[in-house]
T-cell receptor
Framework: DADVTQTPRNRITKTGKRIMLECSQTKGHDRMYWYRQDPGLGLRLIYYSFDVKDINKGEISDGYSVSRQAQAKFSLSLESAIPNQTALYFC??????????????FGPGTRLTVL | KQEVTQIPAALSVPEGENLVLNCSFTDSAIYNLQWFRQDPGKGLTSLLLIQSSQREQTSGRLNASLDKSSGRSTLYIAASQPGDSATYLCAVRLPAGANSKLTFGKGITLSVRP
């Protein structure tokens, strides 16, 4: 089984709809991240969480919100989706152990299309 | 602000060739640098991580080097194979004690021709 899973894997929705993307991990990591990937722009950080009580904005958090329901779960919400939020969304985790140097592990991605 | 550049954006080579992928970053005060592989429509897979105190890391046919002072890293792929075709991204992490986020390059799309 995959260590980092994302649901759904694909989603098509309409402008103005509320959407939630979910991420679960079995790696036992404290740190979790949400990124979006757009052609020509690379990966950009939306939100990150260092533990259940710690949520931080990334470089492009406007229009998004997150919830860290448990150490293993980190959800990303689009309260009112717009077409320029069409992108590939990735969840990632990392450990704080000194030995692993904060290696990030990525989920398989969610392809979101907003019409 | 840290910026990470990967040039060229795409590369096509014949099978069997040894090749080097380049990554440059503007702020040399990094904690570590990580190379990832991404297959089309898929997530990122970590290939190698180099701590700021290290000069290189090796895994199989892959060797990554780091020259912090010049703001450069290279990923060397020996005896390339068609299965190596993918996009390769490098990412640098700010020093520990900062917000610990990764800054990614846009990636190099590699095509290895049989």
């Amino acid at each position: 089984d995959a260590d980092v899973t994302q649901t759904p894997r694909n989603r098509i929705t309409k402008t103005g709809k509320r959407i939630m993307l979910e991420c679960s991990q079995t790696k036992g990591h404290d740190r979790m991240y949400w990124y979006r990937q757009d052609p020509g722009l690379g990966l950009r950080l939306i939100y990150y969480s260092f533990d259940v009580k710690d949520i931080n904005k990334g470089e492009i958090s406007d229009g998004y919100s997150v919830s860290r329901q448990a150490q293993a779960k980190f959800s990303l919400s689009l309260e009112s989706a717009i077409p320029n939020q069409t992108a590939l969304y990735f969840c990632a985790t990392s450990d704080v152990g000194q030995g692993v140097g904060y290696t990030q592990y990525f989920g398989p991605g969610t392809r979101l299309t907003v019409l | 602000k840290q910026e990470v550049t990967q040039i060229p954006a795409a590369l096509s080579v014949p099978e069997g060739e040894n090749l080097v992928l380049n990554c440059s970053f503007t702020d040399s005060a990094i904690y570590n640098l990580q190379w990832f592989r991404q297959d089309p429509g898929k997530g990122l897979t970590s290939l190698l991580l180099i701590q700021s105190s290290q000069r290189e890391q090796t895994s199989g046919r892959l060797n990554a080097s780091l020259d912090k002072s010049s703001g450069r890293s290279t990923l060397y792929i020996a005896a390339s194979q068609p299965g190596d075709s993918a996009t390769y991204l490098c990412a640098v992490r700010l020093p520990a004690g900062a917000n610990s986020k990764l800054t990614f390059g846009k990636g190099i799309t590699l095509s290895v021709r049989p």
